[in-house]
């Protein structure tokens, strides 16, 4: 037997039945597969190896290298060369760690280190969440649809659109109620389409009465068929309001075109401020204070995040007791890239001209200054449940400890947000997770790694399965660990437990 074979085994022992004929019964999901020699269950997460149970996937370790001044940096991940692990700068993930199921049993990996002199316990899993979704930030102006409208993958709804935020659109995808309380194809469908986006793959999504997407965790959505290139430099009244003195004295007014706050220079206290006279100007739309307009136009994908693409239908006749034949205008969106400078004619009408040299690099400066449109995945999931009792015979010990601060919590050593109230709902962003750090299981659920550190002494106060914790160098001989360098922008997992 191998050294891989020999771990997988070893580490099998806890898990699985013997029946006859070769065949073992998977206990660690409420599917309880029935696995034959050299076959896998149904999530390819455990197989039959010779009548033994195993995790298809390595146990991840995240390392820490050394340079040369003694400095921690980051390791160049790669398979375990069966050198010493160094406690100190290793930390085990829930990646590959297995599940223990029902979670009265503890949890596959309790592991002992030592952390700048401080006896830690990490506790780890791969758990098994039926209560999970998906939070997803689009970093775009354009109308996806509209709020509460589902959201489709195959027809199956998988969630709905939800708030807009500041230049975003933000969906909700999954969730208990998808996974379970329609038909199977819409759970499968929902467990699938959480899976993929957690492994950073590219999903196709549809809402009712709006938008097709393609979105992918870290990569800029494509809407439409087109691809966003920026998020907006802020609203209407916003651009105003940064851009103002740079406009003064080179037009006689601006509109800045936004489906949710319209702003106009002459009007707007920025305008006021610098001395900008009346123009005549006439908005559509419902004035809210001066300068700042709501609903000039439908939501939509063209200016602004509205349907238009002309700009001036959003403009009434310019009142004629102040406005003047020569009068200059620029209208441009919240992102810089629609725009147009237009001079009022001897009938006060608008008329379309090239953009000066003198405003260009407004314009620019505009889109200078929107970031690049991304789209964020953040998995949201509730550990608060029966998984807390793999980490102690007293599950709302856990539950207290980490609103303490005493445990802290990370997702494959990822950081995570641990949402206030009861029980223990975190969020993780999937781009800071390691890769294939996702599964799932039929029921339909999503099986996502965690970790609990705290110290030794806050560990036994809880009332934590004190016998069974291990010392990190005890996993070489048995696991086969693959080993990962943290994600650049993670800190280091065990600072985070104090
Ligand atoms: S679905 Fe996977 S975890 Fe569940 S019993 Fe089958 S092999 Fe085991």
């Known amino acids: 037997m191998s050294k891989d074979q020999l771990s997988r085994a070893a580490r099998a022992k806890k898990f699985g039945v013997a029946e006859g004929e070769g065949i073992v019964r998977c206990d660690a999901c409420p599917v309880l597969c029935r696995i034959r020699p050299g076959r896998a269950g149904a999530c390819a997460r455990y197989a039959n190896e010779n009548g033994q149970l195993v995790r298809t996937d390595p146990v991840v370790l995240m390392q820490r290298a050394l340079d040369e001044g003694g400095k921690l940096t980051p390791f160049a991940g790669s398979e375990w060369d069966g050198a010493p692990l160094d406690p100190s700068r290793t930390f085990v993930t829930g990646v590959g760690a297995g599940t223990t199921y029902p979670d009265y049993k503890p949890a596959p990996f309790i592991v002992s280190a030592e952390h700048d002199g401080l006896d830690t316990v990490t506790v780890v899993t791969e758990g098994i969440f039926s209560y999970c979704g998906v939070k997803v930030k689009i970093d775009t102006d354009r109308h996806l649809g509209p709020e509460t409208a589902p959201i489709r993958v195959d027809g199956e709804q998988v969630g709905h659109v939800t708030t807009a935020e500041y230049g975003s659109q933000m969906l909700a995808l999954g969730g208990v109620r998808h996974l379970t309380g329609g038909s199977k194809k819409e759970g499968v469908v929902t467990c699938d389409t959480m899976l993929a986006l957690c492994s950073k793959e590219a999903v196709e999504l549809t809402v009712d ?155 620019e400066r505009i889109k200078e200054n929107c970031e690049p449109a991304l789209c964020t995945v953040m998995f949201m999931a509730g550990a608060g449940g029966s998984l807390r009792a793999g980490v102690t015979e007293n599950p709302v010990g856990l539950t207290r400890s980490v609103k303490e601060a005493l445990t802290s919590v990370t997702c494959g050593g990822a950081p995570v947000y641990v949402w206030p109230g009861g029980g223990i709902t975190f969020m993780v962003d999937v781009v800071r997770v390691p890769a294939n750090a996702f599964g799932y299981v039929p029921t339909p659920a999503l099986v996502a790694p965690i970790e609990f550190t705290m110290t030794y002494a806050d560990y036994a106060k809880l009332g934590g399965h004190i016998d069974q914790i291990r010392p990190l160098s005890s996993l070489q001989p048995d696991a086969g660990p693959h080993v990962v360098a943290p994600h650049a922008e993670n800190p280091w997992p065990i600072e985070t437990s104090r």
């Open 209 to 363: 009465g709006g938008a097709t997407m393609t979105i992918a965790a870290g990569q800029p959505p494509v809407i439409n068929g087109a691809r966003e290139e920026r998020m907006r430099v802020g609203c209407g009244s916003a651009t105003i309001g940064m851009f103002a003195r740079q406009w003064f004295g080179k037009v006689d007014e601006v509109v800045v075109v936004d489906d949710h706050i319209t702003g106009v220079l002459s009007e707007h206290q920025a305008g006021r401020y610098l001395g900008i006279h009346d123009t005549g100007i006439r908005v559509n739309g419902r004035k809210s204070t001066p300068g700042r307009y709501f609903q000039v136009a439908e939501p939509g994908t063209g200016w602004g995040g509205t349907n238009i693409s002309d700009p001036l239908s959003i403009l009434e006749p310019f009142n004629p007791k102040f406005a003047r034949a020569g009068l200059t205008m620029l209208m441009v969106s919240t992102t810089g890239e629609q725009y147009g400078f237009y001079r009022l004619d001897e009938n006060l009408k608008p008329v379309q001209e090239e953009l000066p040299e003198s405003l260009h690099v407004s314009v």
